[in-house]
């Protein structure tokens, strides 16, 4: 069972480069979310979803996009990379019943650099 | 606005000391409130969380957190830190409204021997 696991842990990219960063999940969530961590500011959400093929704008979700193709995967792309973008991504899980109050289950980051 | 704060940006005990981390929110209605860990290149774990009830909360590890309205708090603390406590603590509150979970800014632990 690995739980939460993203693809890949790091990477380097040139302003208006694309990527697409990873998230798996092993345990039947239905709900996944994407979060950037920045100092001094926490984690913030940039887009959640509540299911298969349904995705949802959370906090930061300019110049992000996402998908949910499959139950187990979360998808995070950027089109159009910006040094702003500059940050530690999380991915997160959790079951449905309870919703939000239920606790997340986290991977352990990509750390992201946009040049 | 609805939010979490944490006033330590960085809190240095020695092991074996006692610990309080401090957690403030800013809520109208009944908190949901957690704390989580999340230990160096790692990411976040629970450590507990309070819902309604018993205002002391136990967590994993050896934590527990008390809830007080009257503060606007729900400070985490624990009677002996270990060196592998050492880690950076997030409090969270549940916007129910909204419907999203709001991080604070998170405090760094360190431990000294």
């Known amino acids: ?115 | 606005a609805q939010s979490v704060t944490q006033p330590d940006i960085h809190i240095t005990v020695s092991e074996g000391a006692s610990l309080e981390l401090r957690c403030n929110y800013s809520y109208g209605a009944t908190p949901y409130l957690f704390w989580y860990v999340q230990s160096p290149g790692q990411g976040l774990q629970l450590l507990l969380k309070y819902f309604s009830g018993d205002t002391l909360v136990q967590g994993i590890k050896g934590f527990e957190a008390e809830f007080k309205r009257s503060q606007s708090s729900f400070n985490l603390r624990k009677p002996s830190v270990h060196w592998s406590d050492a880690a950076e603590y997030f409090c969270a509150v549940v916007i129910q409204g909204a419907q999203k979970l709001v991080f604070g800014q998170g405090t760094r632990l360190t431990i000294n021997p």
């Open chain 1, 1 to 115: 069972n690995a739980g939460v696991t993203q693809t890949p842990k790091f990477r380097v990219l040139k302003t208006g480069q694309s990527m697409t960063l990873l998230c798996a999940q092993d345990m039947n969530h239905e709900y996944m979310y994407w979060y950037r961590q920045d100092p001094g500011m926490g984690l913030r959400l940039i887009h959640y979803s509540v299911g298969e093929g349904t995705t949802a704008k959370g906090e930061v979700p300019d110049g992000y996009n996402v998908s949910r193709l499959k139950k187990q995967n979360f998808l995070l792309g950027l089109e159009s990379a910006a040094p702003s973008q500059t940050s530690v991504y999380f991915c997160a899980s959790s079951y449905r019943s309870g919703g939000l109050y239920n606790e997340q289950f986290f991977g352990p980051g990509t750390r992201l650099t946009v040049l």
